[in-house]
């Protein structure tokens, strides 16, 4: 994939720099380099990507768009543990303890969830509830918590028009993300 000497690379300005990309600066680079390699060398007419990992979903959504590659996006939702817990390869570095406390980034979730569809819109409202329940968790160090716009990952006042509400955090070691679409 990397031959010796190789210089060139694929970054989408703007949205590799948001969520994920703000905390783990030139990943989105890397991310969009492999896949705009491996679009190119399979030509696929359809490429799967998970929702839980939704700023790569934008970044290459975008890049899709940006360099006409001739590629439908489709994003598979996110698998779940039956307690609620984000599959994650991580989970496995937890403890039974740190395991536990992981559940405050689904419940939080949901909780915004449901406040949402009892009819609150705002977004500075609807951070405050996720930032609560996660507070509630001592074990929990929040990254990042924020409501974005789904495409452009920028933040929306509101969720009038559909949102993405996404967070990051630290459980022990670990770094956790999940998110949910309104």
């Known amino acids: 994939m990397y031959p010796i000497g190789a210089t060139t ?37 359809r490429a799967f990507f998970g929702q839980k990992d939704a700023a790569q979903v934008a970044v290459l959504r975008e890049m899709v768009r940006d360099l006409q590659f001739g590629v439908q996006v489709d994003v598979c939702p996110i698998v779940r543990e039956p307690d609620g817990l984000a599959m994650s390869s991580r989970n496995r570095n937890l403890s039974v303890e740190q395991r536990r406390q992981a559940l405050a980034l689904s419940q939080a979730l949901l909780a915004v969830q449901r406040k949402a569809q009892s009819g609150e819109h705002e977004s500075s409202k609807l951070l405050a509830e996720v930032l609560e329940v996660l507070a509630g968790e ?22 009038d028009r559909g949102a993405l509400v996404a967070v990051a955090a630290r459980v022990g070691t670990t770094r956790l993300i999940d998110n949910l679409l309104l």
């Open 138 to 159: 001592a074990g929990v160090q929040v990254d990042y918590c924020c409501i974005v716009d789904p495409d452009t990952l920028e933040d929306i006042p509101n969720v």
């Open 9 to 45: 690379f694929v970054e989408v300005a703007g949205l590799s720099d948001r969520l994920d990309g703000a905390s783990r600066p030139g990943h989105f680079r890397g991310v969009a380099t492999v896949v705009a390699k491996l679009l190119n060398i399979f030509t696929p007419e």
